[in-house]
């Protein structure tokens, strides 16, 4: 007699697998159809060199910042109960629902107009520069990291603060010796997936920080560079280079970690 929950069970199974048929597809498709020299040569071009140092550099930073941030934001939003939450957790989860190059036209009017003249008194240059790369990687991709550092909090058992303070533990030395390193796998899953974000990111980077070559060329700019100019090959060899990239990274994270983050 087959089990009542069996046709529910093949349903869900065969979505799944059709699922990653696709995407094995689509992204076979990709390496298939680059060449293994464009992508051996890719690494002797000057401007695949310098793009690709540039996003190394602006990804890492833009992750370590929004980390700074997300953790007290994370924390404070797993723990606390109040009125207008809701519109708080809206607001800090905005950047992820918006066309990303409306939260570029959204910070080039506040670095540029609005905030513009009293930052070129301080000497600080965002608008078109290298550090806009940076802005715009970590506004886009810092609600991912509040989301997950958020619900790697609210999984650490509250008791156990109370715990640690009976024991003469002030809040913050609670929160650094117990919180902090159960909350540890989650946090790093979440900094893995913000630094894959800002790695891609590319809609509010180029409104924020400009498409010029070899100034603020990310490797997504890159890309873009390369099919408007016709040049097909090298953007499908760097399409490649990002794709095995993001593949090695999450692929190592699961491995070593043991662990999964859910966005």
Known sequence: MRRQGEPFSTIVTLITAALCTLL??????????????????????????????????????????????????????????????????????????LPPLVSGVALLIFFGPLLGPFLQEAGIAIVFTPLGVIVAQWFVALPLAIRSFRQAFAA?????????????????????????????????????????????????TAMLAGVTR??????????????????????????TVLLLVALLVLTAFKVFMRTEVQL
């Open 24 to 97: 094995l597809a689509v992204f076979a498709g990709l390496l298939g159809y680059g060449e293994t020299e464009s992508i051996r040569d890719l690494f002797q071009e000057p401007e695949f060199r310098f793009a690709l140092r540039l996003s190394l550099q602006t990804s890492v930073a833009a992750t370590l910042l929004a980390t700074v941030v997300a953790i007290p934001c994370g924390y404070f939003l797993a723990r606390n109960h109040f009125p207008g939450k809701v519109v708080v957790d809206s607001l800090l989860e905005l950047p992820i629902v």
């Open 156 to 204: 650490v058992d509250p008791r156990m603060e109370k715990v640690a303070r009976t024991l003469g533990c002030t809040p913050f030395q609670s929160f650094w010796r117990v919180v902090l390193p159960i909350a540890r796998p989650g946090i790093l899953g979440g900094m893995t997936m913000t630094w894959a974000r800002t790695l891609g990111e590319f809609g509010a």
């Open 214 to 239: 070899m100034k603020t060329e990310t490797l997504p700019m890159a890309i873009y560079l390369s099919m408007t100019n016709g040049d097909l090959s090298f953007a499908l060899a760097i399409a």
